[in-house]
Each structure stands twice: as C-alpha cells, then as structure tokens.
C-alpha cells in the first residue's frame, strides 16, 4: 500500500529540547516536504526536498531543519522548540512533477510547553 | 504573489442538500489546481487535478470546475460521511515547487 508514514502521531516537550519528527514513504518519490497546519491559516510549507541531498526552505521555515539522506526518509528537526511551534505538521511526498498531487501522510501533533 | 481564498469558511448542509464550494486564485500561470478532502485528525487526501479552464472532473458526488480566476467543488445530495474541510491548492508555473493552500471550507452534513 502507497503509504507515508510519520512518527510520532502526538508529542509533548519543553521548550528547547531538541526533537526529530520521522516520515517515510514508500512510492520512490523524488519530491518530500514538510507542512505545518495552524487555525486560521491553512497548510503552510517550511521545507522541501526534490532529491537525496537537496533541500530548500518553503514559506515559513524559522527554527526546523531538515535532511534528506535516503529517497524515502525526510526527518524533520526542532533543534530549540519554542511554543509557537505548537502545531499539526504533515509530511508529504509526490513526483518529481509539480502537477502531480501530492501524498500525506497521518501528521504529528506537536506541543511545546 | 499566488493567493488561494476559500469560501464559505463553513457550510452546514442537510442530508440530500446539493452545494458549492468556492476556491478564488490569483496565480502568475497556473500549473495545476488541487482539491483535497481532510478529514479531523488526519492528512489531506487527494481529490482532483484541474489544468485549465472549462475543464470538468467528477468522483462520485463530487463535480470540480475550473475558470481563469475561480474553482467549484459542486456537492450533490451529500451524505453525513461527505462532512470534512475540503482544501484547494494551486501550483503555479514557472519552476516554482511550493504550491499555495487555501484556508478550506469545513463541511457539515446533518442526517
């Protein structure tokens, strides 16, 4: 099954304790990136990936970082997590094709205290 | 710069009730235009690619046409389990690989 998958589903921290939000995906897509999802605000892109090793910062991407040193595995990085990175975030992946739709995975609730 | 807006913010419908939904664009060339159903607590899934004005697509209960400045997401006789924020995305041309999400429109269908 065409799937991509995020780890964890929920998490809770404090502020500046670094963490790591995992996605995979399994359908060989050149194209990954990061999204966070806020009230008000819709679907807001911090990073994206159109290969191994390539990587580029979307609309709002202050205080993550991310890697891509595997095709299927796009990690997501807070090095100092901060309350205003409370938020949903979804990973997704597509072809290399900016035309084609893309595929999200289940998303991480994030909360930082 | 792009700009997606959606409307209504919210919709209630009765059971059988057909409606629209609205995605207005504004887009340096349009590339593609997405519609995507999310469910509460879950990630967007993919409904439908719009390329270029007068084009049509159908799934079921749900009709998606595209203009040169606007989108509709025709519903009709919803369900109860058609109740989810439908999103609508636009990809421009040009090289640019971020694509532009509205805000959504949160459907409620009552039985």
């Known amino acids: 099954e065409a799937q991509v998958t995020q780890n964890p589903r929920y998490l809770i921290t404090v502020t500046g304790k670094k963490l790591t939000v995992t996605c995979s995906q399994n359908m060989n897509h050149e194209y990954m990136s990061w999204y966070r999802q806020d009230p008000g605000l819709g679907l807001r892109q911090i990073y994206y990936?159109?290969?191994?090793?390539?990587?580029d910062k979307g609309d709002v991407p202050e205080g993550y970082k991310v890697s891509r040193k595997e095709k299927r595995n796009f990690p997501l990085i807070l090095e100092s997590p901060s309350p205003n990175q409370t938020s949903l975030y979804f990973c997704?992946?597509?072809?290399?094709?900016?035309?084609?739709?893309?595929?999200f995975g289940q998303g991480t609730r994030l909360t930082v205290v | 710069e792009d700009q997606v807006t959606q409307s209504p913010e919210a919709l209630r419908l009765q059971e059988g009730e057909s409606s629209s939904l609205n995605c207005s664009y504004t887009?340096?060339?349009?590339?593609?235009l997405f519609w995507y159903r999310q469910d509460p607590g879950k990630g967007p899934e993919f409904l439908f690619t719009?390329?270029?004005a007068g084009e049509e697509k159908e799934k079921e209960r749900l009709k998606a046409t595209l203009t040169k400045k606007e989108s509709f997401l025709h519903i009709t006789a919803p369900k109860p389990e058609d109740s989810a924020t439908y999103l609508c995305?636009?990809?421009?041309?040009?090289?640019?690989?971020?694509?532009?999400f509205g805000r959504g429109t949160s459907l409620i269908v009552h039985p």
């Open positions: 719009l390329y270029s």
């Open positions: 887009v340096s060339g349009l590339r593609g």
């Open positions: 990936s159109m290969n191994v090793e390539v990587t």
């Open positions: 995305a636009v990809q421009a041309s040009g090289g640019s690989y971020i694509p532009t």
């Open positions: 997704a992946s597509r072809t290399l094709e900016p035309d084609t739709e893309a595929f």
